[in-house]
C-alpha cells in the first residue's frame, strides 16, 4: 500500500526555521514527482513546492521562493521541506503528494494525512 | 503566473441531480495539465481527473472532466450524499503549479 507521512509540524515564531518530512512507502520513491500543498485555516488548497523524479528539478510557489527549499533523500525514501523566515501567513497545514512516474502529468495521486505549521509570538 | 477562476463558488442540488463545475484560466493551459481535486470535511485533497479528462484509479465513472485551452469542466452525472465536498482545479503545466479557489458542493 502506497502512503505518505509527514512529520516536523509544530509551534515556531516569525522568522525562525521548521523542517518537515514525509516518509513515502509501498512505492519506488526515487523515480517519483512529489509535492507539498498548504492549506491555511479555513482557506483554500495552495501549491509550495514541487520535486521532479530522477533529475530533482524543483518549483516553487512566489510566496516562498528564497524561504523554503524542497529536497529528497532516496536512501530513507523521505522528502523534506526546510522552511526559513517564517512568517505569519506560512501557517497551514502541510500535504506531502505524490506524483507520477518522473512526471507530473498525473497528477497528485496519493496524499499524507499533513502536518501543522503555526507561526506566532 | 496562471490564475484558475472557478464557478460557482457554491453549488447546492439534491441527490441525483447533475453538477457542472467550471474552471476558467487567465491563459492556455498546456498539454491539458489541468487537474481536478475534491476535499471533504476533515480530510485530504484526493486527486479525481489528471489530463483534463482522465479519471484517476478507483473514480466513480459519474465523474468526468472535460475541456482545453483555458475553460475546463467537471461534472458529477448523478450527485450522491458522499459527494458533499470542495472541488478543487490546479494546473501544473506552468510553474507555479497553481490551484482555483474551489467550489463547495452543498447536497439539499
Known amino acids: 500500500e502506497v502512503q505518505l507521512l509527514e512529520s516536523g509540524g509544530g509551534l515556531v515564531q516569525p522568522g525562525g526555521s521548521l523542517r518537515l518530512s514525509c516518509a513515502a512507502s509501498?512505492?519506488?520513491?526515487?523515480?517519483?514527482?512529489m509535492s507539498w500543498v498548504r492549506q491555511a485555516p479555513g482557506k483554500g488548497l495552495e501549491w509550495v513546492s514541487s520535486?521532479?523524479?530522477?533529475?530533482?528539478?524543483?518549483f516553487y510557489a512566489d510566496s516562498v521562493k528564497g524561504r523554503f527549499t524542497i529536497s529528497r533523500d532516496s536512501y530513507k525514501d523521505t522528502l523534506y521541506l526546510q522552511m526559513n523566515s517564517l512568517r505569519d501567513d506560512d501557517t497551514a497545514v502541510y500535504y506531502c503528494?505524490?506524483?507520477?512516474?518522473?512526471?507530473?502529468?498525473?497528477?497528485?495521486?496519493?496524499w499524507g494525512q499533513g502536518t501543522t505549521v503555526t507561526v506566532s509570538s | 503566473e496562471i490564475v484558475l477562476t472557478q464557478s460557482p463558488g457554491t453549488l447546492s442540488l439534491s441527490p441525483g441531480e447533475r453538477a457542472t463545475l467550471s474552471c476558467r484560466a487567465s491563459q492556455s493551459i498546456s498539454s491539458s495539465y489541468l487537474a481536478w481535486y475534491q476535499q471533504k470535511p476533515g480530510q485530504a485533497p484526493r486527486l479525481l481527473i489528471y489530463g483534463a479528462s482522465s479519471r484517476a484509479t478507483g473514480i466513480p465513472d459519474r465523474f468526468s472532466g472535460s475541456g482545453s485551452g483555458t475553460d475546463f469542466t467537471l461534472t458529477i452525472s448523478r450527485l450522491e450524499p458522499e459527494d458533499l465536498a470542495v472541488y478543487y482545479c490546479?494546473?501544473?503545466?506552468?510553474?507555479?503549479?497553481?490551484f482555483g479557489p474551489g467550489t463547495k458542493v452543498h447536497i439539499k
Open positions: 490546479q494546473q501544473y503545466g506552468n510553474s507555479p503549479f497553481t
Open positions: 509501498g512505492f519506488t520513491f526515487s523515480n517519483y514527482a
Open positions: 503528494a505524490k506524483g507520477g512516474l518522473d512526471s507530473f502529468y498525473y497528477g497528485m495521486d496519493v
Open positions: 520535486i521532479s523524479g530522477s533529475v530533482g528539478s524543483t
